[in-house]
């Protein structure tokens, strides 16, 4: 019959340090159970702070009536930080006292064990990505239980992307190591490199999107591919030793960087963060390998086709022309393209 107030102060004989123990002990209780990790929280480019709220519940409030409840308001603001955090409840409850905490605002990847949860989620993607390669080749082998109901999961890293992962994705889209092609056994639109086997040239599919293709490639089970991925880009940037090489290389990334404008348009195109995260990888590969002289165009600046210089005397066909192929990979250009948008090849008109 007694009100929860009344009863502490009964059952305590009024030792006040005794009841503040007790109290002490029932919202340490109500704490929220997850788990946050202050390594990630205490990082610098965590970029927010977990916010707490508390409350406590007795009979009639902060401005209860009730000379117990009175007694016990100092006590339970030591708790909740102030006055607003204590709220009523109503009379049929008057015999409880009830702790509430709650935390938010806060990223997924603070949560203690979501690495160890991010490294099941990669395990679980590189034995898909095995079976699924070996089954290509005509393999019996099974995939992996999915996960999820899906096979397929809307997502599956909530982490921040591996930075350098990230700019050797760009460099490989922007030098044509990496392109979407049609696998033309399962009709899909995939991202794929193309590699030397002893048997000749093969393709190998890591990726449906290129978001996708930055979370594979952290996959230990892909680690080849991103060697071999690496190999490629490095071999086609340090093969550019002369002027005239550097100036298509050049030239090659400049269309890169005009095209995906045109398809980040939407979001703001030269103006979307994506497309200036992109621009500074190529900018810095144009650096570093000293690809831009004063002949060439600054990395900010449209790009302005010429048409090619061929022969001095043009022949009907030739006004009239409205494509030119790459002798290199067989793309089909505008005729007053001066390099392959596919390859970077400079292209050759014929007579």
Partial sequence: ELAAGDRLFKVFNNDEAE?????????SKSKPLILLSDAVLKRQDAGFTP?????VAL????NSSDPAAI???PILRERVGSNEGITPLGEAERHRIV???EIGGFSLRCIEGMPELQQSYQDWKGQSIQAKRAQLKGESKEPPIPVHIQKEPPFWDIFPENPDIFRLVVQARALQVLRIE??????EKVIRYTRQTVIGLENVDIASSWEEAVQVLQVLACRPDKEEIQRQVTAKLTQADTVQKKQALYHQLKVYLDRRAVELEKEGATDSLNYKREARVIQEMIEAF?????GSQPVDSPVTTQPIGVASNHSPAQETRTHVFCTNCGNQNPANSKFCSKCGTKLVQLS
């Fill in 182 to 187: 049609e696998n033309r056994l399962t009709k």
């Fill in 19 to 27: 009841i503040r123990n007790r109290i002490g002990t029932a919202y």
């Fill in 51 to 55: 916010a707490l709220n508390a409350k």
């Fill in 59 to 62: 009979v009639g409030g902060r």
């Fill in 71 to 73: 007694k016990l308001i």
């Fill in 99 to 101: 702790f509430v905490q």
């Fill in 290 to 294: 000293k690809l831009y002289s004063p």
